[in-house]
């Protein structure tokens, strides 16, 4: 909150994100009229340029280093009552090195008499690996809540690593609210130096859907589907993350950030795990 008297009202509001709903009597919030190509385009313009442009990439530069820019998600929220515009702006590095990252500059817009007003931004946001900044998927994270999944991936000594970021427009500004594995994948069982040998390898997905079911709620629900085999068994486990009114982030727990096999000492090899 900006304000010092509005400590009651951000009580009020802890206590909503609790129960994961708004109050009945709350007025609907007003729809924006909607950003049209002119406007997004003199936006791009205004920040990065006369050369860039809504659907092609352009060139630019980060600390004397050649960079491509172009718009990689750009939009409303689904559903969003509001119709705010969510845009993103992805950044390669074309002779980057393995572990160099990308970047993502990401705005939530508002038209206005006038042009187009920035809500929040985050620019120059490192994010994926060997130059390349991921995907970008624009979602609606709550009743009032749009925002970005961003996806990245990390390969390397026969490993790749995805992770998934949910980061929504809350309270004014931009904040990362989850973090959790996208897909870990160990095809070769390079642990192994003479039979007899263990399984160790695992190819794991990890499937995120947020759970609308109730589309009056503050934070909608997280639902991850984790599927695959794992060190020699099948997994198949579903988890259900609830928002922390305390911090207003989801709780993830450690094994949805692991980086290798997670299973139960009495496990054996082939046994399905719950």
Not at 38 to 62: C, H, Q, V
Not at 157 to 185: H, K, N
């Amino acid at each position: 909150m900006q304000d010092a008297c509005r400590k009651v009202s951000a009580v009020a509001a802890l206590a909503l994100l609790a129960c994961g709903c708004r109050p009945d009597a709350a007025p609907a919030p007003a729809a924006r009229p909607a950003i049209t190509d002119a406007d997004l385009a003199a936006f791009l313009a205004a920040n990065y340029g006369p050369e860039a442009l809504p659907k092609t990439s352009w060139p630019g530069e980060d600390d004397g280093v050649a960079v491509v820019r172009s718009v990689c998600a750009s939009g409303p929220a689904p559903e969003d009552p509001r119709r705010r515009w969510l845009l993103a702006v992805c950044t390669e590095v074309p002779d980057a090195g393995h572990a160099q990252s990308g970047a993502i500059d990401a705005f939530v817009l508002a038209k206005e008499t006038g042009g187009v007003r920035t809500l929040a931004s985050e620019r120059g946001v490192a994010f994926g690996s060997g130059g390349q900044p991921g995907v970008v998927t624009l979602v609606r994270a709550g009743f009032d809540r749009p925002g970005f999944l961003l996806r990245e991936a990390w390969t390397g000594q026969g490993y790749l690593i995805g992770t998934q970021s949910l980061v929504v427009f809350d309270g004014e500004q931009l904040r990362t609210v989850a973090r959790l594995r996208e897909a870990l994948e160990h095809p070769d069982d390079a642990t192994c130096a003479a039979p007899p040998c263990t399984d160790a390898t695992f190819d794991v997905d990890f499937d995120l859907r947020l759970d609308a079911t109730d589309p009056t709620r503050a934070a909608y629900p997280l639902l991850v589907h984790e599927h695959g085999r794992e060190c020699g068994a099948t997994v198949d486990r579903d988890h259900r993350l609830e928002i922390d009114a305390a911090t207003g982030t989801y709780r993830v727990p450690a094994a949805l950030m692991r980086e290798d096999c997670l299973l139960r000492p009495e496990t054996n090899p082939g046994e399905s795990v719950p």
